[in-house]
């Protein structure tokens, strides 16, 4: 499978022009074999025809027609694939490196975005629904909300130290305390929308801290940050949460906020806080315009959309944040439980991808990411059934299903599937449960599987 990105990557794109509209047929001409970009040609992958094989010409003389063509796409294609052969599917510092937009990219300038409200006045759904989600929300800076409420109360105590956040004038402190002593630090960040936790990003000396202490939503509590360790006695500055190199603090910004890394370089006075439009849809200033602008007819270049995406490079974009499948792999240190919160990685474990690898499986099947979450169990069960159904024929797309056999039915409910096949499990150092997006038949007394 070839990185459709390569015809949407919208105005920096010299190939699109090209390849358009073929994108929708073309991946199926390029197959991807054992994970390596190999290009092969396979007409039969091809869907769907440019016309019907059967009707105006021949099957032989569609065959070959189709075979020429298909090999002068390959010609075009090859130098542009071989250039970043590693890349697809791949680790989301292999897609942020390729040309184009990728989520998380930070080398745009300050002056390439419109800002969501733009976006809205052309785009009033999306834009309506998108600012109730949790993504939207992924971060709060203290100093621009005025009517933020109290901090969350109650006190954690951790070896000699005890935390709490204090109300003041000009916003939130963490104060840590210990023998008789205690130091106060700016809150200036609240990461996280509140779902499971919230993470608290301090001014320190030298830099932002991850605050030591976090708050929980399920259990209305503070506690340890997921991965601190108890500070060693002696210092109460060091014992007030974690220095973050510029390196980390540009990660978390750049997955938590939009547009906070501008011409490269981490600007947190600049990050518009949440996950917004152009976090995921790529800087959209000259799109604005052209779509303002009537005498340019072609809005649609300018933008990217991810709708184009391959299935597997549809999965890699939700994993710019989410993490991908090569991320967790190349990060041993997110084996284990704690793995349940990186989705891509557990859906592309689960039998149902790796025999299809197919669109009715990415995120965006299942979640509208203009939209907020649904809870609803049974909500989920037409996206099963739209692989697990008894009309075989209409699952089996040859060129999508790896698998010459139909995907089974299941032989114990005809609902709710995702209650028993998508487990939720609860993850102690996050104090509330996670859904296992590793879809399986879960066995009483087994173990997560890893
Ligand atoms: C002045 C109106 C206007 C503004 C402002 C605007 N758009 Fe659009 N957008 C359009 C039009 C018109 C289209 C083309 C619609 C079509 O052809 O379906 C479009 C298409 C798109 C597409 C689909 C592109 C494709 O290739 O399929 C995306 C994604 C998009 N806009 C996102 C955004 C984002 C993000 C913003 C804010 C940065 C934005 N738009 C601002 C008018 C606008
Ligand atoms: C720029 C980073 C980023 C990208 C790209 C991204 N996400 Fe997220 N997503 C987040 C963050 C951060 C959260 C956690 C929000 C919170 O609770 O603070 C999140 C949370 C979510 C949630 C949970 C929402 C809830 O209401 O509980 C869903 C579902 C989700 N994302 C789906 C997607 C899908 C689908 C895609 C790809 C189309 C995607 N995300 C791409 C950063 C991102
Ligand atoms: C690679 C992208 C990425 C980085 C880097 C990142 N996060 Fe997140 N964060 C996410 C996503 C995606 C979620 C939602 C899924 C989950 O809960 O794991 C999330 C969830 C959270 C949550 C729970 C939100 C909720 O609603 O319960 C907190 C708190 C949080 N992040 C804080 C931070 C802090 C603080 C940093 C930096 C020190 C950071 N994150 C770095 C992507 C990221
Ligand atoms: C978390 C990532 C994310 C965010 C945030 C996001 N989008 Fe999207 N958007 C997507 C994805 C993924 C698609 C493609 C959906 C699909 O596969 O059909 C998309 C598609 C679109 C389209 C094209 C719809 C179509 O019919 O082709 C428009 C227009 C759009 N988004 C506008 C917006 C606007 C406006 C905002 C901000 C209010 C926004 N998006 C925020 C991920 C995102
Ligand atoms: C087959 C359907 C399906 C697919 C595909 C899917 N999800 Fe989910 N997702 C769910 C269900 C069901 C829930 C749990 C909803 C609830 O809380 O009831 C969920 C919950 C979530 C949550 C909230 C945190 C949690 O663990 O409950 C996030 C974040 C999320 N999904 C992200 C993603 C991402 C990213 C992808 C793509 C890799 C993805 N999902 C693919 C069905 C799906
Ligand atoms: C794109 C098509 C597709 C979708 C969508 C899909 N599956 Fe599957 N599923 C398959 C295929 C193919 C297999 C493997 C059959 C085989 O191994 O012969 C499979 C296998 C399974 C298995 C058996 C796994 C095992 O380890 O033996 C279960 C359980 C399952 N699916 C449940 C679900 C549930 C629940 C959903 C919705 C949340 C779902 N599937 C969505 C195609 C799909
Ligand atoms: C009450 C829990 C429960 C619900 C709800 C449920 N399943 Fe199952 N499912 C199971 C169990 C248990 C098995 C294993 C049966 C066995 O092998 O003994 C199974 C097996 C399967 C299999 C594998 C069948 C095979 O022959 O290998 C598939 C596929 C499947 N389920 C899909 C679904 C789909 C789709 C739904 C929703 C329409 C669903 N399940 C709802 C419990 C459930």
């Not at 320190?204 to 060693?232: I, N, V």
């Not at 509208?368 to 697990?388: N, S």
């Not at 075989?392 to 999508?400: A, D, F, G, K, N």
């Amino acid at each position: 499978m070839t990185n459709s990105r390569r015809w949407t990557d919208g105005a920096t794109s010299v190939h699109k022009p090209w390849f358009w509209p073929p994108v929708m047929w073309l991946p199926g001409c390029i197959k991807k074999n054992n994970r390596a970009t190999a290009v092969a040609c396979n007409t039969t992958g091809a869907e769907p025809p440019l016309r019907n094989p059967n009707n105006s010409i021949g099957a032989t003389t569609w065959s070959i027609a189709s075979a020429i063509l298909c090999i002068a796409m390959a010609l075009l294609v090859l130098p542009v694939v071989a250039q970043k052969s590693s890349e697809f599917p791949g680790s989301t510092e292999d897609h942020v490196a390729a040309k184009g937009w990728w989520p998380t990219k930070a080398t745009k300038p300050d002056n390439a975005y419109a800002g969501a409200a733009t976006c809205g006045k052309c785009h009033a759904e999306e834009y309506s629904s998108q600012a109730n989600t949790a993504m939207a929300k992924a971060a709060l800076r203290l100093s621009d909300s005025k009517q933020v409420a109290e901090p969350p109360s109650g006190r954690f105590e951790s070896g000699p130290y005890s935390y709490r956040l204090v109300a003041s004038s000009d916003g939130w402190s963490l104060e840590v305390a210990s023998g008789g002593h205690a130091v106060s630090s700016r809150v200036l960040w609240a990461f996280g929308a509140g779902l499971h936790g919230t993470s608290y990003l301090l001014d320190g000396p030298g830099g932002l801290y991850e605050a030591q202490m976090s708050s929980f939503s399920a259990t209305h509590t503070l506690d340890m940050t997921p991965g601190h360790k108890t500070a060693l006695e002696g210092s109460l500055e060091k014992a007030v949460g974690n220095r973050l190199s510029t390196r980390d603090a540009a990660r978390c910004f750049a997955c938590h906020t939009t547009a906070s890394s501008v011409g490269g370089g981490l600007n947190p006075e600049k990050a518009v806080p949440g996950v917004h439009c152009e976090a995921c849809h790529g800087p959209g200033l000259e799109h604005s315009k052209a779509a303002e602008d009537h005498a340019n007819a072609k809005p649609i270049k300018t933008i990217f959309n991810p709708a184009y995406l391959t299935p597997s490079g549809s999965i890699d974009f939700c994993g710019a944040c989410h993490r991908t499948l090569i991320d967790v792999a190349l990060n041993p240190g997110s084996s284990g439980l704690s793995s349940i919160r990186f989705q891509p990685y557990r859906i592309e474990k689960s039998r149902c991808w790796e025999r299809t690898e197919d669109a009715r499986l990415t995120c965006t099947a299942c979640h509208d990411p203009h939209e907020p979450l649904v809870r609803d169990a049974a909500v989920y069960d037409q996206k099963c059934l739209g692989c697990h159904n008894s009309r075989h024929e209409e699952t089996l797309r040859p060129s999508t299903l790896r698998s010459a056999v139909a995907p089974p039915m299941c032989p114990k409910a005809t609902a709710n599937c995702v209650s028993c096949h998508m487990p939720k499990y609860y993850l102690p150092e996050m104090h509330s449960q996670f859904t296992d997006h590793m879809i399986r038949i879960v066995r009483p007394g087994q173990m997560y599987p890893n």
